[in-house]
């Protein structure tokens, strides 16, 4: 045997003695200690469900606006004289706010009235010749009759050769002559009502052409047609304008009101309260809670995505507030029965909640946003939670790994119903399976 181990190389005697040496360790290495393994606990917070008649809030995005608001633009064509307000100038009804150089248009006037005396006398001589032309028609219509008388005797006496051709032809050319006098001043006498009518619509025409000149002169002067603020001056003295072109812009301040997008969701809850009277809302500007009440939704959707604009008009008087400005609003709806006011961290997923029951381990209920309340400065969520009765524990501490059936060490949450030394928690048996 030992002569076998000495042809073996040393090399080889070397390996195989480490790999003896090893089993041999690992046979009769000594047995590690043991250690039972505990379940971990995290510890949580928890409220009891408290299901009650509440009415949801929900924040809405809104600007400021008035029904009443105006951008004047110039009528006539005529330079900018005098500007007397700014922008953000508070102004009255009626007051000068841009003066236009008025020469040209006071010309204009000035033609017009002109033109409206000249009708007025056309018309003035058109009757004066009426009555002229009734009393010469009797007077043309005698001549015309000597005319005739004349002629018929001299044809008689031509018949007995008493007159020459000569008087007979000067007698019928002095007959021709009285009927052609006769029948124009007839025609002038039939005219007349032809004639007084034309006269009389170019008078008023005249008299309208007068008008439009007096009210483009009165249009130099813009004046506000209503209280309100000045938002935009787009001109400047010195400045030639013409019709059609923006020149000052306003808005009524003793009108404001907010336009704010509501949801589609809470829509059907809105229209109910809207029928029931004003729902009724509230918003901070400038470091002040003011009032608003939702008076009517907007008849056009065309613009709306997802919601409908609501018009909210303030309660108790209107703020100063700038045009467009934008708010937040917290718009209350009608109270709704069996809803849980609980902090967003209860939720889960958007759908969800924790229940811890009697052993101590999580078990997962439905639940759905219906708005949001305010506790003091803390914003709650309203859920609807048609499984809960009242009294069980609600997780209310967000874990990661949260899944049906976790163990967990539940204590109450500081200043909620839960943290009461009297009372006893309420279980919840209810099952459900893991996310």
């Known amino acids: 045997m030992r002569e076998r181990l000495k042809q073996i190389p040393p090399v080889a005697r070397v390996v195989l003695g480490t790999v003896f040496v090893i089993v041999l360790l690992s046979v009769f290495k000594p047995a590690a200690e043991t250690r039972d393994v505990t379940e971990h606990h995290d510890r949580v917070r928890f409220v009891l469900a408290e299901p009650a008649s509440r009415s949801p809030q929900i ?120 009927d052609l006098s006769l029948a124009q001043r007839q025609l002038s006498v039939s005219d007349y009502r032809n004639e007084l009518v034309r006269m009389e619509a170019r008078l008023a025409s005249a008299e309208a052409q007068l008008k439009q000149a007096e009210i483009d002169l009165a249009r130099t002067r813009v004046m506000a047609p209503f209280d309100g603020t000045i938002t935009n001056v787009a001109v400047a003295p010195g400045e030639r304008v013409r019709p059609g072109e923006p020149l000052i812009s306003l808005f009524a301040d003793t009108e404001l009101e907010v336009r704010a997008q509501i949801p589609e969701r809470h829509l059907p809850a809105v229209r109910d309260g809207l029928l029931q009277g004003a729902l009724t809302a509230s918003t901070t500007l400038e470091g002040r809670t003011l009032s608003l009440n939702l008076k009517r939704l907007a008849g056009d959707a065309a613009d709306a995505r997802g919601g409908i604009d609501g018009l909210f008009e303030f309660a108790g008087g209107v703020p100063s507030a700038a045009l467009g400005r934008p708010i937040t609003i917290t718009l209350t709806l009608p109270a709704r029965e069996n809803l849980l006011a609980l902090p967003a961290t209860a939720l889960y997923g958007l759908n969800r909640l924790y229940l811890i029951d009697n052993d101590n381990r999580l078990q997962r209920t439905p639940a759905s946003i219906v708005g949001e309340a305010m506790d003091g400065e803390t914003s709650l969520l309203l859920l609807k939670a048609p499984e809960l009765q009242g009294g069980e524990r609600v997780l209310v501490t967000q874990l990661p790994q949260a899944i049906v059936g976790l163990p967990v060490d539940p204590q109450p949450a500081p200043g909620s119903n839960a943290d009461k030394p009297t009372q006893a928690p309420a279980a919840s048996d209810a099952a459900g399976e893991a996310p």
């Open 59 to 178: 924040q809405l995005f809104g600007r400021v606006q008035s029904p009443r608001a105006a951008s004047l633009t110039a009528v006539v064509t005529a330079n900018v004289a005098d500007i007397p307000v700014r922008s953000g100038n508070r102004v009255s009804e009626g007051d000068l706010l841009i003066q236009l150089d008025d020469t040209e248009t006071a010309l204009a006037r000035d033609r017009a009235k002109a033109s409206r005396d000249e009708a007025k006398a056309q018309l003035q001589t058109t009757r004066l010749r009426f009555d002229s032309d009734k009393e010469n028609l009797a007077l043309e219509q005698k001549l015309a009759q000597l005319a005739a008388n004349n002629l018929e005797r001299l044809e008689s006496l031509r018949g007995k050769k008493l007159v020459s051709q000569t008087q007979l032809d000067e007698a019928e050319e002095a007959k021709a002559r009285a």
